[in-house]
């Protein structure tokens, strides 16, 4: 986590949700009526929930009143757990929000150490996000389950970084999942630039999603070594094109076994529309479209293997590896492909090793290994042969 916020924690006051707060942890007793108190807090505390089951009955939305820290005994000990087959009806189960309470400064604050059952909860109409922040800075969500959520409409970790923006904010060692794969939207991790405002700086690692993706907007961000699982709505790793998405390393990372249907808003492994990134040491395979669709300019994609993608059997030619055009802004130009291995499995899906689209210019391919895919090592439509240099 962020040394900031480590420091700032350590200095806080200490609430103990049994001793102080009256939760009871025994897999038997309603505590939703304690829930408020925990984050009515005004001094910033770090609450800390011993081992045990907390039963939470179907909450509402539950906004922090200061930069309230939330801390488990661990994720094998410590379970908050909503009533069976909940639909919840707030925007966020627990939000933090810069700014929404005097005491609310959006620095410091750690939720870590426990699992959050879902117990079949769901959405209808509009997303949710289960633990929502706000313009949030030197911050971290670490070694959190969030499990058996109901299908679809459901954002498990979401970050949106508001009007002024935010800094140094961590996603690591989290194990997050759908009970189904949907193509209504949901992302096991959300991190949006809505409002204008960037998110410079920061890391989203170790994270295990299951049935659910990332979608990322930011910069200055470190994207490594997580695994993606069995999704159906969009990318496996997703980079947003907006103007706030540039200079990711993406490195590291298994992205894979995706559903076969998927909304037609994605379906790579992973897509990025980061300029001036890194795409490194990746694994995409067994996905419904392409491996790995890079559009941002200036950016390296290096090291990377692809394989059995385009199991959505569309008839459209899918690749292993993808320089893609969206317009003049959104475009891998003057991108380099360097130590590729890209190849179909024997399922006949994967039509070509490399592929790219009508507009991009300037690409250069370096020591790929291209055989032994569908049809053909490469499918050459924007570049001509002296861009597209296999030197």
């Not at 929000?97 to 117990?119: A, C, E, K, P, Y």
């Not at 993808?322 to 360097?338: G, K, L, M, P």
Request: charged share 15%.
């Amino acid at each position: 986590m962020p040394l900031l916020a480590e420091e700032q924690i350590k200095s806080r006051p200490r609430v103990d949700a049994v001793r102080d707060a009256g939760l009871v942890g025994d897999g038997v007793t309603d505590n939703l009526s304690k829930l408020p108190s925990l984050l009515a807090y005004t001094t910033s505390p770090t609450v800390y929930f011993r081992p045990g089951i907390y039963l939470i009955g179907c909450p509402a939305q539950h906004s922090a009143a200061s930069d309230i820290s939330l801390i488990g005994a661990g994720q094998d000990v410590t379970t908050l757990k909503l009533s069976v087959g909940c639909t919840l009806s707030s925007n966020n189960l627990f939000l933090w929000q810069s700014g929404s309470t005097g005491q609310t400064t959006g620095t410091g604050i750690r939720v870590s150490g426990f699992t959050l059952d879902l117990n079949g909860a769901s959405r209808i109409g509009s997303v949710v996000s289960v633990l929502g922040f706000n313009g949030i800075s030197d911050g971290s969500v670490d070694h959190v389950s969030i499990i058996n959520g109901g299908s679809g409409f459901i954002n498990l970790i979401s970050r949106v970084a508001g009007s002024a923006g935010s800094r140094h904010f961590s996603i690591t060692d989290n194990y997050l999942a759908l009970g189904a794969s949907s193509t209504n939207q949901n992302q096991c991790i959300l991190t949006s630039s809505a409002g204008g405002g960037g998110i410079l700086g920061g890391d989203v690692l170790r994270n295990r999603c299951i049935k659910t993706a990332m979608d990322i907007s930011g910069h200055a961000l470190n994207i490594r070594d997580n695994e993606i699982i069995g999704w159906g709505y969009g990318g496996g790793i997703t980079t947003e094109a907006n103007a706030d998405t540039y200079s990711l390393v993406i490195t590291g990372n298994r992205s894979h076994d995706s559903s076969t249907t998927v909304d037609p808003a994605g379906g790579p492994c992973i897509e990025s529309w980061a300029a001036n990134s890194i795409i490194s040491r990746n694994a995409a395979y067994n996905c419904a479209t392409d491996g790995i669709a890079n559009g941002g300019r200036n950016t390296t994609v290096s090291d990377n293997v692809a394989y059995g993608n385009g199991k959505a059997a569309d008839g459209r030619p899918y690749c292993g590896v993808v320089a893609r055009h969206e317009d003049s802004s959104f475009t891998a130009d003057n991108s380099v492909y360097i130590r590729n291995r890209a190849y179909d499995d024997g399922s006949g899906y994967q039509k070509y090793g490399y592929c790219d689209n009508k507009g991009v210019a300037h690409i250069r391919l370096v020591r790929n290994n291209f055989d032994g895919n569908a049809i053909g090592r490469t499918k050459i439509l924007g570049t001509d042969g002296d861009d597209a240099t296999s030197g």
